[in-house]
């Protein structure tokens, strides 16, 4: 079974800074792309960055600049360096992969179970 664990979430003011972070773990074959969405109350989940095994990277267009991600291909981990917070920031961030399990052919579609980044004043 393939899990997403992710951390490093929390409360934190405008202007500052939280990394968070995604380890896949799990009887895994191999790990494709990976990235991080976001859900704000009442809003629709949005992808907030991306990377692929070979280290290509996009990101919204709301956070360029100020968003990080990066990936360990080894320790099949996603880290997302999150600097100059804002307001409206604040959401629930999911990790997500592509993942291909032992038992499986292809690559199947994980989430995590989400991390709540708040940022207030």
């Known amino acids: 079974q393939v899990q997403l664990v992710e951390s490093g979430g929390g409360l934190v003011q405008p202007g500052g800074s939280l990394r968070l972070s995604c380890v896949a773990s799990?009887?895994?074959?191999?790990?494709?792309?990976m990235g991080w969405y976001r859900q704000a109350p009442g809003k629709q989940r949005e992808l907030v960055a991306g990377i692929t095994v070979l280290g290509t990277r996009n990101y919204a267009d709301s956070v360029k600049g100020r968003f990080t991600i990066s990936r360990d291909n080894a320790k099949k981990t996603v880290l997302l360096q999150i600097d100059s917070l804002k307001p409206e920031d604040t959401a629930v961030y999911y990790c997500n992969a592509h993942v291909k399990p032992l038992s499986y052919r292809t690559y199947r579609e994980y989430w995590g179970q989400g991390t709540q980044v708040t940022v207030s004043s």
């Open positions: 799990g009887s895994i074959s191999s790990v494709n792309d």
